[in-house]
């Protein structure tokens, strides 16, 4: 059997080494159009940024190491540019000298990955991306000459991440991003604090405008406005390499990616595809969508040489959990947000907490704020996002678990969990949010989101914030009334006849103070997340203005 596989890296070359392991006696061929076959892409923005100072860290295998040790017949600076579906042949292009060929195949996975979106503009062309190696020796070696000034277009996790490390040499970075907030996986009250960790970083941040034109040292904003700009570079995305699947026939998807069956098939007989240049089934919609994510392009290239072997595989659609790192944050997200779920018109619920990473009274405890999106109807987990210092990735990575293993919001409350004072809590984070989950599923509770209080408040709801007089001088909602928590049973007489909404400084005494107030007779809501979540969605607003 003769394997060809177009393109390397993630997908490709875990297709490659996976085959060699199943077959020892098959013929495996790689091509790849740049010069490195197997690159810590997730690497680069730190190595332009001096955190990986050896560059050869970032080469993970050569063709001489793969030959060695898997047998396989790797070609670099080869280029792929057909492929003849009925003779099972493709038609290859050295670079270096333009020479073409014609190689046979029993069974061909395209791997082509996917490109970074540049933006037609004029002058464009002066700007940088970031996909390859090349890429970044190019931005290493204009760093390394006399620029003190960068903008980043795009501020998704590529563009934070290059920030981030473009600061760390020193240059006055500014970040154009045409949405109004960093991170479009998390939603506005989760990605105001990464925003502001840039600025207090020094970082500048334009939201709402977009680049028009980049000049010799400078780019123009739609505005008008200009910013000096002796790096520039474009982070708005990547578009799936399709150009050569489409060229030989074979079926893209609603995205521009190539459309595959569940066990990596296309639409050409003994034709497969893996990794960012194919669509992905979502898990939440069981729809096609482009998820360019490492995770799922290494899974599937062992799945396709399972497929290719023989051998029984388990396809599962993706969630797309993602992390990124932010100077001393870090933030994470998984399944869906709330502005996806509110434009899809499906219905759901939202919990945010505040907790600590470990046990409070164990030194060293950094705080983070999470959010868990719940179906209403069925309690299934929808999402989940995560934002603070130490511990957001493992809370994230248990409800990404949770998900792909069908376990339910309220059974989050349920999972038993490594606990110790100096790694966690007896009730978990994670714990904690099944118990909010639970409680709003069998109505011991009823919430109010931050970004529906003044609605509720001007359709005559009363306030009443439960923190103590301490807290409350300190910041307040306007027009909220304050009455401790441990005075609430004595005083509750004092408040007005109609709704009531209560709230603390993160939620848990609001919980308490609401089932005091029910239990009383009163129809009470709890402001989810407390003040913290309100005083950020407060922020995100103010910082637009």
């Not at 046979?104 to 490109?115: H, M, Q, R």
């Not at 490492?294 to 290719?308: F, M």
């Not at 869906?336 to 409070?360: C, D, F, M, V």
């Not at 709801?461 to 910041?475: I, K, M, N, Q």
Request: charged share 20%.
């Amino acid at each position: 059997m003769k394997v060809v596989i177009v393109g390397g890296v993630a997908g490709g070359m875990s297709a490659a080494t996976r085959l060699r392991r199943l077959n020892e006696d098959a013929q495996i061929v790689v091509f790849e159009r740049g010069a490195h076959v197997s690159f810590a892409n997730c690497g680069l923005p730190y190595y332009a940024g001096g955190v990986i100072e050896d560059r050869a860290a970032l080469l993970l295998q050569t063709p001489e190491s793969l030959a060695a040790r898997f047998g396989l017949d790797v070609r670099v600076r080869t280029e792929v540019t057909s492929i003849d579906t009925v003779a099972r042949t493709v038609t290859a292009r050295d670079l270096a000298t333009g020479a073409e060929h014609v190689e046979t195949y029993d069974e061909l996975v395209l791997s082509p990955g996917a490109s970074p979106v540049v933006p037609d503009l004029p002058g464009a062309s002066r700007a940088l991306v970031l996909r390859d190696v090349e890429d970044v020796d190019r931005l290493v070696a204009a760093l390394d000459s006399t620029a003190r000034t960068a903008v980043i277009v795009g501020a998704g996790f590529i563009g934070v991440e290059l920030a981030e490390n473009l600061r760390r040499r020193d240059l006055d970075v500014t970040v154009v991003e045409l949405a109004d907030q960093v991170l479009a996986p998390l939603d506005p009250e989760m990605a105001t604090p990464v925003a502001e960790k840039l600025r207090a970083n020094g970082i500048r941040l334009e939201f709402g405008t977009g680049v028009v034109s980049v000049g010799a040292d400078e780019v123009t904003l739609a505005d008008g406005r200009t910013l000096s700009a002796d790096i520039v570079v474009t982070a708005i995305g990547v578009r799936p390499e399709s150009g050569l699947a489409v060229a030989a026939g074979i079926v893209t998807g609603p995205g521009g990616g190539i459309a595959v069956d569940e066990t990596m098939r296309t639409s050409a007989a003994h034709v497969y595809a893996v990794g960012d240049a194919v669509e992905k089934v979502d898990a939440l919609s069981g729809e096609p969508g482009l998820v360019p994510l490492a995770n799922p392009a290494n899974r599937q290239g062992r799945l396709v040489a399972d497929v290719i072997s023989g051998l029984p595989v388990r396809p599962r659609p993706v969630v797309g959990t993602a992390i990124v790192g932010v100077f001393s944050l870090m933030a994470a997200a998984v399944g869906w947000n709330e502005k996806r779920l509110r434009a899809a018109g499906r219905p759901y619920r939202a919990i945010h907490t505040h907790p600590q990473s470990h046990a409070g009274y164990y030194p060293g405890a950094q705080g983070m704020s999470l959010k868990l999106l719940v179906d209403p109807d069925s309690d299934a987990i929808l999402g989940a996002q995560g934002v603070g210092g130490d511990g957001v990735d493992k809370r994230i990575d248990v409800i990404a678990t949770a998900m792909v293993g069908g376990i339910t919001a309220s059974e989050l409350a349920d999972l038993e969990l490594a606990y110790a004072p100096q790694f966690g809590s007896a009730k978990d984070p994670v714990n904690m949010l099944g118990y909010i989950a639970d409680n709003l599923r069998t109505g011991t509770a009823d919430t109010v989101q931050w970004h529906e209080l003044d609605s509720v408040v001007d359709d005559g709801a009363t306030l009443v914030d439960v923190r103590t007089p301490a807290e409350f001088s300190a910041g307040s909602i306007p027009g909220a009334v304050n009455i401790e928590l441990d005075a609430l049973r004595a005083r509750a007489d004092e408040l007005p006849a109609g709704d009531i909404v209560v709230h603390c400084q993160v939620g848990q005494r609001g919980h308490t103070a609401a089932r005091i107030l029910r239990q009383l007779g009163r129809d009470v809501r709890n402001l989810d997340g407390g003040y913290r979540t309100w005083l950020t969605g407060q922020a995100h607003a103010a910082a637009l203005v």
